[in-house]
């Protein structure tokens, strides 16, 4: 769908880090259990990983959607992902669960401005489904996988 093929390669980038960032907090972040409370702090990273991968994987979608307003695949006149995703709604982009992908920007708010955080496993399902936007508009290459960080 996006036709700069130097900017699709930069959100494919972008994309693998957000799941590379979840893959090293996996390997990073063990329960093993070396003195007292040791697995609950890293539960507590492993979740802050999850929750600031929510973020980054929102900060995907909008430069996806900027990508594809410059295009002229929809019109907009604002840049903020709110307004992005109503104006490529309307103008007919097809979405697989907006108002799920729109639940998940009002999270993603919370989380940036509110001290407020979801379990890693929610922060998991969140960013599967803007992964799930992404294929469906065959922007992200390769394998449709989730992401999971159970091993």
Known sequence: MIQDTVVLEEINDNWKAVEEMLDISRY???ETEV????????RTLAEMTANLCVV??????????????DEGVFPSKGCALKSLMFASSEAGLSWLDFGWIDDIRRCRNNIAH???????????IMINAIKAELQAWSIL????ERVDRRA
């Open 28 to 30: 990073s972040w063990t």
């Open 35 to 42: 003195a007292p409370g040791i697995i609950d702090f890293t």
């Open 56 to 69: 980054f994987a929102l900060g995907v979608l909008e430069r996806t959607l900027l990508q594809l307003r």
């Open 141 to 144: 290459k390769g394998p449709e």
């Open 114 to 124: 509110k001290p407020q955080s979801f379990p890693e496993d929610e922060c998991l």
